[in-house]
């Protein structure tokens, strides 16, 4: 058969002019949003998890042109929810030709009721085992409506086949995204990846993704090995196994982590070693109060106090800090954009992704902000949490929008960005003295 994988074009971010206006003349921005794209590990796994016998080629719209005229037997779309309109406008115009069209990824898990009525199959969750099955029952004629891997168990990932990398060999991408673990103990409310991957924490061997990370840099010579990994280092004995492996790979890379790793010394020191050069960490808020329910267990409320130590603990290690936060959320108030522009400049973080509040379908804080009448808008192009989708109970719409441009214009501007490179450079300075 001929099978067609597509990723469909993205609106990664806001549609304020004047956002959009800075972003064409800031060098930072520009920088930083050409190393956050790449190619995801999805749909080359899923291109590898296809039996041999069948053609199968991969297109990603974001930097690739779909010719939506070309012959399939069956075309498998990935979506994320800011995804999913245009996931629709290809699924129906391959339909209107008799084309077979699938739909997998975190929009299709969390929204399958939406989703299966744009397309001829729904795959729910982790595809490695309905993936096999369901070509196997297309060629039987016997397709099934919706796969759910939850009626399979959960995906042994050291069964997982090198992805197909060579597929999107010749795609110029700055950075490209391997997947070495699933799960996430936090659960935070805005959070659907749970959804997804579950709170179970799973990995792949060392020796596995050390023979991905040989492969992607056997295509991509000058892209990044970003981790995909929602929370990559919370079973420390797998992490020193796999640093092991990392020893003997001349790379640098970067993953996403929860602050914890900041009170593990030899974990840091370890990271540097072996070429971890930036780690995304989920700070959320400089607001104390908008931690206290974000998860179960108050996880990350519990460490507010200690931020700017434990920043300073990963820093000083030679790892760059990119620090996420959200604004517009219930506790915040007309001061949360300059307290952030203080946080930030403060403790010299390398970096700041600061969004803003979205309720992502599948998400508990979706259903609370449903239960309460705050969801403004349920078009998911507006879903990119670079645009306001909620009604806050202080702030206006303008008032968050703006103030979102004015955290970004502050800590990207040339007096922000020398200050942060001469305390990078004093901490490089003392790590060469220290040997």
């Not at 074009?9 to 060098?27: C, I, P, Q, V």
């Not at 970004?408 to 060469?432: C, G």
Request: hydrophobic share 40%; aromatic share 12%.
């Amino acid at each position: 058969m001929r099978i067609l994988l597509v990723s469909p074009r993205g609106e990664f971010l806001g549609r304020s002019r004047a956002f959009a206006d800075f972003l064409r003349n800031s060098r930072e921005m520009r920088t930083i949003l050409h190393y956050w794209n790449g190619l995801g590990a999805a749909l080359p796994t899923i291109a590898a998890l296809t039996p041999p016998e069948h053609n199968v080629s991969i297109v990603d719209e974001n930097y690739q042109t779909l010719d939506l005229n070309q012959d399939a037997d069956i075309v498998g779309i990935s979506a994320m929810t800011q995804q999913a309109v245009r996931a629709y406008e290809i699924a129906r115009a391959f339909r209107q030709r008799g084309v077979y069209v699938v739909l997998g990824g975190i929009h299709a898990t969390v929204a399958p009721d939406e989703a299966v009525r744009n397309v001829d199959t729904v795959f729910m969750g982790e595809a490695e085992q309905t993936w096999p099955q369901f070509l196997r029952n297309f060629q039987e004629g016997a397709a099934k409506r919706v796969y759910r891997a939850s009626d399979y168990g959960p995906v042994d990932m050291t069964t997982i086949p090198l992805p197909r990398y060579d597929l999107l060999s010749g795609t110029r991408y700055p950075v490209v995204w391997v997947q070495a673990t699933r799960g996430c103990p936090h659960d935070c409310e805005f959070c659907t990846a749970s959804q997804v991957y579950g709170r179970s924490y799973r990995h792949k061997s060392p020796a596995q993704i050390a023979a991905e990370i040989r492969e992607v840099k056997r295509y991509w010579k000058s892209a990044q090995v970003g981790f995909a990994d929602d929370n990559m280092f919370v079973n420390r004995r797998f992490v020193s196994t796999l640093l092991d492996e990392f020893e003997t790979l001349p790379f640098t890379w970067y993953a996403q982590s929860d602050i914890g790793i900041a009170g593990d010394r030899e974990l840091l020191r370890r990271l540097h070693q072996t070429g971890c050069r930036i780690i995304f960490v989920g700070l959320e808020s400089v607001v104390e109060g908008n931690l206290v329910n974000l998860n179960g267990n108050k996880w990350k409320a519990r460490r507010f106090a200690r931020y700017g130590e434990h920043i300073r603990a990963i820093q000083e290690s030679g790892i760059g800090v990119y620090a996420s936060f959200i604004v517009g959320m219930d506790e915040d108030d007309h001061s949360v954009f300059d307290r952030t522009i203080d946080f930030v400049n403060q403790h010299h973080i390398m970096g700041a992704q600061v969004t803003i509040l979205t309720p992502f379908p599948g998400s508990r804080l979706r259903q609370r902000l449903l239960d309460s009448g705050r969801i403004t808008s349920s078009d998911w192009r507006l879903y990119t949490a670079w645009n306001l989708v909620v009604s806050h109970p202080i702030l206006t719409h303008a008032e968050i929008e703006e103030g979102l441009l004015r955290i970004y214009r502050s800590i990207y501007s040339e007096e922000s960005y020398r200050d942060r490179a001469r305390y990078f450079r004093q901490v490089f300075q003392n790590l060469v003295s220290c040997g």
